[in-house]
């Protein structure tokens, strides 16, 4: 909950309104700049940070029930969303209202609301991936006339609106839901030729799109942020936010010499979280390259600790008296990056930007697309457990992973049995784990591992675990460590694992041994202890793990 929600709701509307909602913020304030309530300070174009009540200025009596929903809401669901919601619904609601030739919604009705959500299909409705934005829409109107009527906002219609069914499904949005719930989420993985062709002309296009050599920008240059970006995320899958908003010595090299990306987490955290991640040696040597590029931007940029910058052009528009002064680099947005950066590449190298997926359905090409193409890669491709990929998205969940992966249970469990084949390091912990071993031990061949995996999965549970699998067969009844991830913690015999999971074994004990000095400092000697009993634990399968390697 966000500290708007710690101020209280004047009840009466002839109370004075004019209080702080946070900060230098007032409700008064015809913009409420909400960059302070937000973990991503970055996110998005520059507006995404406010809501700017001056486009209510043709309907002053709008001005009040908007404010106050808004302030509700804020205490309910992240700024973001509240931003987003209001800057993609106000110009449309005014539009409509200034078409009817209505001044405020007092005369709004059921009748009226209908209507609203037909000729918002009928002058935006382009397709069914619109159609969640423009539900958005019509509830955002529907929730500030039933909050609003609920609490007593002035300006609002005396009757309720009253529908025989919800917006959602009048849109067909649970629909979508429900159909995403049962067949799985639309498979936007790029296919592998037009990935490859990708990265291929990403490399071998130039680092610098163009030199400055006159007027007061000279020395300036412009760098192709469209290959060090495209590149970056093909090859580690991360959102094209985590990936522009890098900061300088982000990638380094640890003593067994692998390379590790450092970056930040915003999306499924409340506050921006450190990530860490193993990059490719050649993506390693790119992101050393794009820091050396940029240094000469960072020097006379005001936020001097990113990577990718633009050569911005506000500074022109403010002083219209003296249009050449020099330019100023500023961090570079991910919010029109498809626009702007992706379509232009596909353009110049004729890539089509759309693509036909696994299942015939034609899907546009963009940046989250390599985000689906890393994942499924790793899995179907590579054989890493999608228990692996969970920890490098840093998802919240193993089902969030899989809406990414794209393959049935059958595909997953042959990647899962095919990753421990051709593993030369499986460690085990009991008889089960022991007979599992020596199945695949069994195996030479693919051709031998498709034969074999429908009696290995009868045999075994095959379930994806974060450091390892669990070969529990749940069809026997409730596992005794049901709901332990660590189940290496309790010597199960069903649990096995190899060197793929290393990293997730370092990150863990890197991350007890913080936990353990916490524990020291607050004098808590049990805890001290049971951090003790686990690292030693996690120390003995990583050193079996290396030995094996």
Not at 29 to 48: C, F, I, Y
Not at 182 to 203: C, E, H, Q, T
Not at 341 to 355: A, G, M, Q, S, V
Not at 444 to 471: A, H, Q, R, T, W
């Amino acid at each position: 909950m966000n500290s708007a929600a710690l101020f209280p709701l004047p009840t009466d509307s002839t109370n004075d309104w004019d209080f702080p909602i946070l900060e230098n913020v007032h409700f008064t304030d015809n913009v409420w700049n909400l960059k302070s309530l937000m973990s991503n300070k970055r996110a998005g174009v520059h507006v995404s940070g406010q809501l700017d009540f001056r486009v209510l200025h043709k309907m002053p009596l709008l001005i009040n029930p908007i404010k106050r929903y808004c302030y509700i809401y804020l205490g309910q669901v992240k700024a973001i969303t509240v931003a987003g919601e209001y800057n993609s619904s106000i110009a449309k609601i005014i539009c409509y209202l200034e078409e009817k030739k209505f001044d405020s919604l007092e005369v709004f009705n059921t009748e009226h609301f209908i209507d609203f959500n037909i000729w918002l299909k009928e002058y935006y409705y382009q397709g069914t991936n619109t159609i969640r934005s423009l539900t958005k829409v019509a509830n955002f109107l529907f929730q500030v006339i039933n909050v609003g009527q609920a609490l007593g906002f002035v300006n609002l219609p005396l009757e309720p609106i009253k529908l025989e069914v919800s917006i959602w499904d009048w849109w067909g949005e649970n629909k979508i839901k429900q159909r995403v719930r049962d067949n799985g989420s639309r498979d936007k993985a790029i296919p592998i030729f037009i990935w490859k062709n990708i990265v291929d002309k990403a490399w071998s296009e130039d680092d610098i799109t163009q030199y400055i050599k006159g007027g007061k920008s000279k020395g300036l240059f412009k760098i192709n942020n469209a290959k060090f970006s495209i590149l970056i995320q093909a090859h580690t899958g991360l959102r094209i936010s985590e990936i522009l908003y890098l900061q300088t010595g982000c990638a380094q090299k640890d003593n067994k010499e692998r390379c590790w990306l450092n970056t930040f987490i915003h999306k499924t955290e409340t506050e921006a979280t450190p990530h860490k991640i193993l990059i490719p040696q050649s993506i390693y040597e790119l992101i050393l390259k794009l820091d050396e590029l940029s240094e000469v931007l960072r020097r006379e940029a005001d936020e001097d600790q990113y990577l990718f910058y633009i050569l911005s052009h506000r500074r022109k528009k403010e002083n219209k008296n003296n249009p050449q002064e020099r330019l100023k680099p500023v961090p570079l947005e991910s919010g029109k990056w498809n626009h702007n950066y992706l379509r232009p590449f596909l353009k110049r190298h004729n890539i089509d930007e759309y693509f036909l997926n696994s299942n015939n359905e034609k899907i546009r090409l963009t940046s989250h697309c390599f985000r689906h193409s890393f994942a499924k890669i790793a899995v179907a491709d590579q054989n890493i457990n999608p228990a692996v990929i969970q920890t490098h998205f840093k998802h919240l969940s193993i089902e969030m992973t899989m809406h990414y992966v794209h393959l049935s249970k059958m595909k997953l469990k042959e990647s899962y049995i095919k990753g421990m084949i051709v593993s030369k390091n499986i460690i085990t912990q009991g008889t089960q784990g022991e007979q599992f071993k020596k199945s695949i031990s069994n195996i030479k061949s693919m051709d031998e591992l498709k034969e074999s995996v429908n009696n290995l999965s009868k045999l075994y549970g095959i379930n994806p675990l974060p450091f390892g699998l669990c070969l529990y067969d749940f069809k026997r009844g409730h596992c005794p460590h049901l709901g332990v991830q660590s189940c290496y913690m309790s010597n199960c015999g069903d649990f096995v694992t190899n060197g793929t999971f290393l990293s997730n074994f370092e990150n863990e004990h890197k991350r007890l041994e913080e936990h353990k000095v916490h524990c020291i400092e607050q004098s808590l000697g049990i805890e001290v202890k049971k951090a003790e009993y686990q690292l030693l634990k996690i120390k003995k399968i990583i050193d079996n793990i290396n030995m094996e390697s």
